[in-house]
């Protein structure tokens, strides 16, 4: 039986306004250059990566092919969220950023200086599905450390906006993946980008390793966690319990709530950056370069709404917030596709901002609510699971299944149907959550 109340406090302590700063801004920038990291493979999996590592002498095919490389990615994530989950649960928040930031350096930097199909044959590919799943280990127990770092150091009230700074990192991902990837399309000719120039953002996401030393050295493990950590400590002499085995046993239809309600806005998000990419390209004749601007252009005014709805969702609730969020993308995404399928820049624009402002209206307060759906001993593991099912299950498959359901239907409105659906999925499972929410 489920029994995870549905909104836990956090415990916070006195801390200075510098501490909490310093705190809130490693976070930040830890979620920033792991997604940055993240995106930059999603960006050339759309452009370059299916000629290069998956020749079959059909566009499609390929593109295909490098999109189950993207997808094996978000496979690779729930194990990153259950191992750091774990060990976050029992070891600290801090130890596990860490560790997901050097191997995001590490995998990220591999690909860059992947030699391709045609110098080293069928090894290319299986190398890149081996460094794509540990980039998805990485991100998936980032996310959680750098969440919590955040809203565990939060002042009492301010719990959505501190979240929302890691939130913030998704939009600067993909605002630096796209910039760099236009700045090395705008410095190359198409043959010289083919053959080198796209591993450059690969290899500026090196510099993740150096956040990493830093928070190593110079962030303290949060409050709460330290106070969790010794009613742990008294359970498991008498208890021998784990917080997975106690997520598993006694918690996991929340867990499976909150994936649920959050599936329809990862996978939103990836068809906006990465599906919608390939598809303008490949099938609408756009220019690259004019697409990743609308991209880039688009993913800045998440910089502000994001903060602007955690704000909102301390002030009037997350559910309340979370759920027109969801609603609206279902009510946009019949129109999302009809002004992309005029082939204009300007539609274009219009189509993914609306659809981003409602994916920021969700994003702003998820992390704070995640947060508060668990308990300290526990809210690593639990958390992370609930956004990792949803991002192998929304994320990983949504450009694949994008690119199958363009070939099978032969129109876009297939893809709004996909993106409907998932969010009828969200808007019961946040219907649900309210229920207990409720009764507490």
Same mark, same amino acid.
């Given at each position: 039986?489920?029994?995870?109340p549905?909104a836990?406090?956090?415990?916070?302590?006195?801390?200075?306004?510098?501490?909490?700063?310093?705190?809130?801004?490693?976070?930040?920038?830890a979620? *920033?250059?792991?997604?940055?990291?993240?995106?930059v493979?999603?960006?050339a999996?759309?452009?370059?990566?299916g000629?290069?590592?998956?020749?079959?002498?059909?566009?499609?095919?390929?593109?295909?092919?490098?999109?189950?490389?993207?997808?094996?990615?978000?496979?690779?994530?729930?194990?990153? !969220?259950?191992?750091?989950?774990?060990?976050?649960?029992?070891?600290?928040?801090?130890p596990?950023?860490?560790?997901?930031?050097?191997?995001?350096?590490?995998?990220?930097?591999g690909?860059?200086?992947?030699?391709t199909?045609a110098?080293?044959?069928?090894?290319?590919?299986?190398?890149l599905?081996?460094?794509r799943?540990?980039?998805?280990?990485?991100?998936?127990?980032?996310?959680g450390?750098?969440?919590?770092?955040?809203t565990?150091?939060?002042?009492e009230?301010?719990r959505?906006?501190?979240?929302?700074?890691?939130?913030? !990192?998704?939009?600067?991902?993909?605002?630096?993946a796209?910039s760099?990837?236009?700045?090395?399309? *705008?410095?190359?000719?198409?043959?010289a980008f083919?053959?080198?120039?796209?591993?450059?953002?690969?290899?500026?996401g090196?510099?993740? @390793?150096?956040?990493?030393?830093?928070?190593?050295?110079?962030?303290?493990?949060?409050p709460a $966690?330290?106070?969790?950590?010794k009613?742990?400590?008294?359970k498991?002499?008498?208890?021998?319990?784990?917080?997975?085995?106690?997520?598993?046993?006694?918690h996991?239809?929340?867990?499976?709530?909150a !994936?649920?309600? $959050?599936a329809?806005?990862t996978?939103?998000f990836?068809i906006?950056?990465?599906?919608?990419?390939?598809?303008?390209?490949?099938?609408l004749?756009?220019?690259?370069? *004019?697409? @990743? %601007?609308?991209?880039?252009?688009?993913?800045? %005014?998440?910089?502000? @709404?994001i903060?602007a709805?955690?704000?909102?969702?301390?002030r009037?609730?997350?559910?309340?917030?979370?759920?027109?969020?969801?609603?609206?993308i279902?009510?946009?995404?019949?129109?999302?596709?009809?002004?992309?399928?005029?082939?204009?820049?300007?539609?274009?624009a219009?189509?993914?901002?609306?659809?981003?402002?409602? @994916?920021?209206i969700?994003?702003?307060?998820?992390?704070?609510?995640?947060a508060?759906?668990?308990?300290?001993?526990?809210?690593?593991?639990?958390?992370?699971?609930g956004?990792?099912?949803?991002?192998v299950?929304?994320?990983?498959?949504?450009?694949?299944?994008?690119?199958?359901?363009?070939?099978?239907?032969?129109?876009?409105?297939?893809?709004?149907?996909?993106?409907i659906?998932?969010?009828?999925?969200?808007?019961?499972?946040?219907?649900?959550?309210?229920?207990?929410?409720?009764?507490?």
């Amino acid at each position: 039986m489920d029994t995870a109340p549905p909104a836990q406090p956090i415990p916070t302590t006195a801390l200075p306004k510098a501490n909490r700063r310093r705190v809130a801004t490693a976070a930040a920038l830890a979620s *920033a250059v792991e997604w940055y990291d993240y995106f930059v493979f999603g960006i050339a999996a759309a452009l370059v990566l299916g000629d290069l590592y998956f020749p079959a002498g059909n566009p499609t095919a390929g593109v295909l092919a490098s999109f189950a490389t993207f997808a094996v990615g978000f496979l690779a994530r729930p194990l990153g !969220g259950i191992v750091a989950g774990h060990l976050g649960d029992k070891r600290g928040r801090k130890p596990m950023l860490v560790l997901a930031l050097t191997l995001m350096g590490v995998a990220t930097t591999g690909i860059g200086l992947l030699p391709t199909y045609a110098t080293i044959g069928v090894a290319a590919p299986v190398l890149l599905v081996v460094l794509r799943v540990v980039q998805g280990i990485a991100v998936g127990a980032q996310w959680g450390g750098a969440m919590l770092l955040a809203t565990e150091y939060a002042p009492e009230g301010k719990r959505g906006v501190y979240g929302s700074v890691v939130q913030l !990192g998704v939009p600067i991902g993909v605002v630096t993946a796209n910039s760099v990837f236009l700045l090395a399309g *705008a410095f190359t000719t198409d043959t010289a980008f083919a053959a080198w120039g796209w591993r450059v953002p690969f290899l500026i996401g090196l510099f993740v @390793l150096v956040l990493a030393w830093y928070i190593h050295t110079r962030v303290e493990e949060t409050p709460a $966690f330290r106070e969790a950590e010794k009613a742990l400590a008294e359970k498991e002499k008498a208890e021998q319990s784990s917080p997975l085995r106690t997520i598993l046993r006694g918690h996991l239809g929340t867990v499976l709530l909150a !994936g649920g309600s $959050f599936a329809v806005n990862t996978a939103t998000f990836y068809i906006l950056i990465t599906g919608v990419l390939d598809y303008t390209t490949r099938e609408l004749d756009m220019k690259r370069g *004019a697409v @990743l %601007t609308v991209s880039l252009c688009v993913s800045l %005014t998440q910089l502000v @709404l994001i903060p602007a709805a955690a704000a909102l969702s301390d002030r009037v609730g997350r559910i309340r917030i979370y759920a027109i969020g969801a609603a609206g993308i279902a009510l946009w995404a019949v129109p999302l596709f009809l002004l992309i399928d005029t082939g204009s820049l300007l539609w274009l624009a219009v189509g993914t901002f609306v659809a981003s402002c409602f @994916l920021s209206i969700m994003y702003g307060p998820q992390a704070a609510l995640f947060a508060e759906l668990f308990t300290p001993e526990m809210r690593y593991t639990g958390a992370s699971l609930g956004y990792q099912i949803a991002a192998v299950f929304g994320g990983g498959l949504a450009p694949f299944l994008m690119v199958l359901l363009l070939e099978a239907a032969g129109t876009s409105m297939a893809v709004s149907g996909y993106i409907i659906v998932l969010s009828l999925v969200a808007l019961l499972s946040i219907k649900v959550l309210a229920g207990r929410a409720r009764s507490h």
